[in-house]
């Protein structure tokens, strides 16, 4: 009897193979979506997704050649620094390689030694190609036959039980890793290009396209969120209301491009002062809101002064002529009468209309938090 047919095991591989691309593609389209805003965890995500992959593919390996398998666990490892950075390859490389020695068995060395291969070519065409560029596929032409140089890995065996298993196995081992480099890294270029496209729409449809802040629609769903994780927790969470004062006068005497060029400073100044964790959205025409997680409004107040001070002594460059603003601030906290987004803002912009109404160029807090004044004993 002849050696038994070893097509229909290598196309029942093939066929695994294409539906764990597609899941990894699934997956990374879902840690790109899910973790966008937090790259080190993205990162970790995308190397943890990786090396799941690569140990996944050695679970569908098939026998070509004694002590030969064939599997695609070197696709995912050589993709994962293009596709998720430098972090990503080394956690990738490591869990591979982890469960290539938990396996076992005389083929171990050169399986990690293979699984190592490819995560040096990964890595150095991530190095020398530029990240945008792997939004193609040309860099993949380049990097499917150098990552298929991992079949080499199997010269760590004594040369008598290499060269053979190398003459029979080699070459489908290579032709493997090749198609499923060209294969998945198409379907991640793909899915990143979507991802990025979704994320420039979503910020699009919630930002203010002068001033880049976050717009109306933005902080009202930002508010909702806070004011109930505020609640839930019990903790302080204040707004602040500005309005740049007699706005109109600037836009009647210098033009609405000196307008625009003032709300632009002024959103700069905005952003400088206030934390990472703050959310500053342009309210409409020129009003402003800050919203302020974790701040008391005494906190709230002392911010809002330092606000009006950096605005007042902000000077904007516009056609030879040095514009300067003021503005006037509203401040409110929530509180038992102000336990709402909507009786919040209202409160805030009830103290905002006390500052004008008072002189502008000042801040004023919502009247029922404040402290009723000491009448002097006479």
Not at 177 to 199: F, K, N, P, Y
Not at 274 to 298: H, K, N, W
């Amino acid at each position: 009897m002849g050696e038994p047919d070893a097509t229909v095991p290598i196309m029942t591989a093939l066929a695994g193979g294409v539906g764990l691309l597609a899941l990894m593609t699934l997956a990374y389209g879902t840690v790109l979506c899910r973790l966008g805003e937090r790259p080190l965890l993205r990162r970790i995500g995308l190397g943890l997704m990786f090396g799941a992959g690569g140990v996944a593919a050695m679970l569908q390996s098939v026998p070509v050649a004694p002590g030969v398998y064939l599997d695609v666990k070197a696709v995912p490892v050589a993709l994962a620094a293009p596709f998720g950075g430098t972090l990503a390859a080394f956690l990738a490389a490591g869990i591979v390689a982890t469960g290539r020695i938990a396996v076992g068995g005389a083929g171990m060395l050169p399986g990690v030694t293979g699984i190592l291969l490819s995560g040096a070519a990964g890595l150095l065409m991530a190095r020398l190609v530029p990240s945008v560029e792997w939004r193609g596929a040309r860099p993949l032409f380049l990097l499917a036959p150098l990552s298929a140089l991992n079949t080499l890995g199997i010269f760590a065996l004594p040369w008598g039980e290499a060269l053979p298993a190398f003459t029979h196995g080699g070459l489908p081992v290579a032709l493997f890793t090749v198609a499923g480099i060209l294969m998945l890294g198409t379907m991640l270029a793909r899915e990143r290009r979507r991802v990025d496209t979704e994320r420039v729409l979503r910020d699009a449809a919630l930002s203010d396209p002068l001033t880049g802040l976050a717009n109306r629609r933005a902080f009202f769903g930002a508010i909702d969120r806070e004011v109930a994780g505020a609640l839930r927790r019990d903790a302080p969470m204040s707004l602040l209301l500005l309005d740049i004062d007699h706005f109109k006068e600037v836009n009647d005497a210098r033009g609405h491009d000196a307008g625009d060029a003032v709300l632009v400073a002024l959103s700069r100044v905005l952003r400088h002062g206030v934390r990472q964790s703050d959310l500053v959205a342009r309210f409409g025409g020129e009003e402003f809101a800050i919203l302020l997680p974790c701040t008391s409004l005494e906190g709230a107040f002392l911010l809002a002064e330092r606000l009006r001070c950096a605005v007042r002594e902000c000077r904007v460059e516009h056609d030879g002529a040095l514009l300067h603003v003021t503005v006037s601030i509203g401040v409110s906290a929530l509180s038992a009468d102000a336990g709402r987004p909507d009786t919040l803002i209202k409160a805030a912009d009830m103290a905002l209309y006390r500052a004008k109404s008072h002189g502008r160029d000042r801040v004023c807090r919502d009247r029922a938090l404040c402290q009723p004044e000491a009448v002097p004993v006479t």
